[in-house]
């Protein structure tokens, strides 16, 4: 694994994103999920830059082509009384894996993490994605099994919260 001498990596700017939602719309068909995109890329911009500012996002590009994203937000550790960053999103264009990129979008959240003295840098993987799981594992990550994930979404949202 070569790290592409012509990448850079920045944070999307508002330009960005109907390529950022382009992206994001290829990670949801490579896993399976394109049914579950219902936003848009309007959405997304105002999530990014608008007030108040949801997430932020960085881009990989290579030759001035879009290869690659992160799309992150600030977290809490209670334990640790800090500030963490999870990472909704890493996302790298079939077609330009295995040169670093992904590897380069992980480096530049941790430093992004140390310089706002973040506890930790956190994300979710999908239990059938065993080539993510590895990457991840060979960058430092553990995989915690005792773990799961809680969601509620739609009309059971709406029922938690009294208005269903």
């Known amino acids: 694994m070569t790290l592409r001498s012509d990448l850079i990596v920045r944070f999307a700017e508002p330009n960005d994103c109907h390529t950022l939602f ?12 394109s049914h579950a995109v219902t936003g848009d ?4 911009k105002e999530h990014l830059f608008g007030s108040p500012k949801y997430i932020e996002a960085i881009l990989a590009e290579s030759a001035g082509q879009a290869v690659g994203f992160a799309l992150f937000f600030q ?3 209670t334990f640790l009384t800090k500030p963490g960053i999870y990472l909704e ?19 530049k959240l941790a430093k992004i993490a140390i310089e706002r003295d973040c506890g930790r840098l956190e994300w979710s993987v999908l239990d059938w994605n065993v080539s993510a799981q590895a990457f991840y594992r060979r960058m430092g990550a553990d995989i915690l099994d005792d773990w799961r994930i809680c969601r509620v979404t739609a009309e059971a949202l709406s029922h938690l919260a009294g208005q269903g």
Do not use: H
């Not at 890329?41 to 997304?44: D, M």
């Not at 999103?89 to 480096?107: C, H, M, N, S, Y």
């Open 89 to 107: 999103d890493l996302f790298v264009v079939p077609e330009f894996r295995r040169q670093g990129i992904g590897k380069a979008l992980l480096t």
């Open 75 to 77: 977290n809490y550790s």
């Open 22 to 33: 382009a992206l994001i719309q290829c990670l949801a068909e490579y896993e399976k999920l």
């Open 41 to 44: 890329a309007l959405a997304l």
